[in-house]
């Protein structure tokens, strides 16, 4: 018959209930601690005294050794010869008394390791312990699902980075030419051009299905963006940690196709494939600003265009915080949530709210400016009478070679230009250049002289 198991060892065990048992005039929190503390100097004090009954078994046992050895040669030699001194039987009782006495002290050390072993305390603390520890890693860790940023790509993009992966070099090499093609483009030199993607984009949708497929192609390609390479002065720095000014010169062609988008269905494929750089604080901001310009400038159907795509990155923002979870995972709840007729009539309301409030701040900011050019006007006394206000100007009289307004390239310009430019100063304004960067001094510069602020 087998033997049971003996669970006896499970009897001493401390359980932090038991430490409740507390007067009320002790703070119980002190009482835990003291109690802990207690517990951890008694369980020192244990260990201390099991490391000494230890050495000394093991300092024994290495005695026990030698005095067998010693004995076991005695005993041969007993053997071989018949004449045995009365020195040498006292030196081997001797050794066989000290050897008794190792033995039983060995004996006794023993019985108070298993006492301490039987009567120990189980706790929190020493009633497990770690057996094994094991790292697992995926074999499918190399294949991403996600942009470089961390936002999830839709599944039909998934599907066709997988075909363009099975395609031939050559399909490659072309592939990536109309990608550098498309990226020598470069970005659009005035915020008005948004009005040429709208009508692009309406183009699109009434297409054939030949022009549907590239669409998607140019798709495929643009999430298969190559990194940046170390010459980008920007491409080391996220995009999130990007100044305002940086960001338009980086990505305002990537913000002003958003704004042109009508359908829903493309604003979410778009902010799947550019969630980086839509969902960020500097995207929202140019939104808000081309809004209110728009309609400044007299563009109200555009506005009311912007300020929905501005609505709808603000709205996963906010539906991100509340779910805190990354706004790359939740433009699909989004988008889902607007398939309900009440949930997209209360994001309507919102919009149309939003657009009031573009309109009041439109007619401020406008009486702000006339104001800000009468006290300027003011300011200047005689020299200011023959002067012309260029902003009564009509728009198409006052645009440049280039086909673009100089009052809204001048709004666009860093500080230092615009000062260098209202004081006539060449000195300031060659300072001001040479303290750019040469790619932000070529887009300004190339704008300037488009406008007419500056004569080639």
């Known amino acids: 018959m087998t033997k049971g198991f003996d669970y006896s060892k499970w009897d001493n065990i401390e359980l932090s209930d038991d430490e409740d048992d507390v007067h009320p005039n002790i703070d119980k929190d002190s009482w835990f601690r003291m109690k802990h503390r207690s517990r951890?100097?008694?369980?020192?004090?244990?260990?201390?005294?099991?490391?000494?009954?230890?050495?000394?078994?093991?300092?024994?046992?290495?005695?026990?050794?030698?005095?067998?050895?010693?004995l076991s040669k005695a005993s041969?030699?007993?053997?071989?010869?018949?004449?045995?001194?009365?020195?040498?039987?006292?030196?081997?009782?001797?050794?066989?008394?000290?050897?008794?006495?190792?033995?039983?002290?060995?004996?006794?050390?023993?019985?108070?390791?298993?006492?301490?072993?039987?009567?120990?305390?189980?706790n929190v603390d020493n009633m497990c312990h770690v057996v094994e520890e094991r790292t697992i890693v995926n074999a499918n860790v190399g294949e991403s699902k996600f942009t470089e940023a961390g936002f999830a790509l839709p599944k039909e993009a998934e599907e066709a980075l997988k075909k363009e992966a099975a395609k031939d070099n050559g399909t490659k090499t072309e592939a990536k030419k109309k990608t550098t093609k498309r990226e020598d483009e470069g970005v659009p030199t005035e915020k008005m051009s948004g009005a040429k993607i709208s009508s692009t984009a309406t183009a699109k949708t009434t297409s054939s299905a030949a022009t549907t497929a590239k669409t998607t192609t140019t798709t495929l390609t643009a999430?298969?963006?190559?990194?940046?390479?170390?010459?980008?002065?920007?491409?080391?720095?996220?995009?999130?940690?990007?100044?305002?000014?940086?960001?338009?010169?980086?990505?305002?062609?990537?913000?002003?196709?958003?704004?042109?988008?009508?359908?829903?269905?493309?604003?979410?494929?778009?902010?799947?494939?550019?969630?980086?750089?839509?969902?960020?604080?500097?995207?929202?901001?140019?939104?808000?600003?081309?809004?209110?310009?728009?309609?400044?400038?007299?563009?109200?159907?555009?506005?009311?265009?912007?300020?929905?795509?501005?609505?709808?990155?603000?709205?996963?923002?906010?539906?991100?915080k509340s779910l805190k979870l990354h706004p790359g995972n939740v433009i699909h709840p989004f988008f889902q949530r607007m398939q309900n007729k009440e949930l997209h009539d209360g994001f309507m309301a919102g919009v149309n709210e939003f657009i009031k409030k573009i309109e009041i701040r439109a007619v401020q900011k406008k009486k702000e400016m006339d104001e800000e050019r009468a006290r300027e006007v003011a300011e200047q006394g005689a020299d200011a009478e023959g002067t012309v206000d260029?902003?009564?100007?009509?728009?198409?009289?006052?645009?440049?070679?280039?086909?673009?307004?100089?009052?809204?390239?001048?709004?666009?310009?860093?500080?230092?230009m615009q000062a260098a430019f209202e004081s006539r100063d060449k000195e300031q304004l060659e300072a001001a250049l040479r303290a750019m960067k040469p790619e932000e001094l070529e887009y300004h510069m190339k704008r300037c002289i488009d406008s007419g602020l500056w004569n080639a």
Not at 91 to 105: I, V
Not at 248 to 273: C, G, H, P
């Open 223 to 320: 999430a298969k963006k190559p990194l940046p390479q170390p010459n980008d002065p920007t491409a080391s720095v996220s995009v999130s940690m990007l100044t305002y000014h940086e960001f338009t010169v980086k990505y305002a062609d990537v913000v002003e196709q958003f704004m042109a988008l009508e359908s829903m269905d493309k604003s979410k494929e778009f902010l799947l494939r550019n969630g980086d750089v839509l969902l960020q604080e500097n995207a929202s901001n140019y939104l808000l600003l081309a809004s209110l310009e728009d309609e400044m400038n007299g563009y109200h159907d555009k506005m009311k265009l912007v300020a929905r795509q501005s609505q709808i990155i603000s709205n996963i923002a906010e539906l991100a």
């Open 76 to 122: 041969a030699a007993n053997d071989g010869s018949d004449s045995d001194s009365d020195d040498d039987l006292e030196d081997l009782d001797g050794l066989r008394s000290e050897l008794k006495a190792h033995q039983n002290a060995n004996a006794d050390n023993q019985a108070k390791l298993d006492n301490y072993e039987k009567n120990k305390k189980w």
């Open 390 to 416: 260029v902003s009564e100007i009509p728009r198409e009289e006052r645009l440049g070679p280039g086909g673009l307004d100089p009052l809204e390239v001048f709004d666009t310009l860093p500080e230092s």
């Open 40 to 70: 951890v100097e008694r369980e020192e004090r244990e260990e201390k005294d099991k490391k000494k009954i230890k050495a000394e078994m093991a300092k024994a046992n290495l005695r026990i050794k030698e005095i067998n050895k010693i």
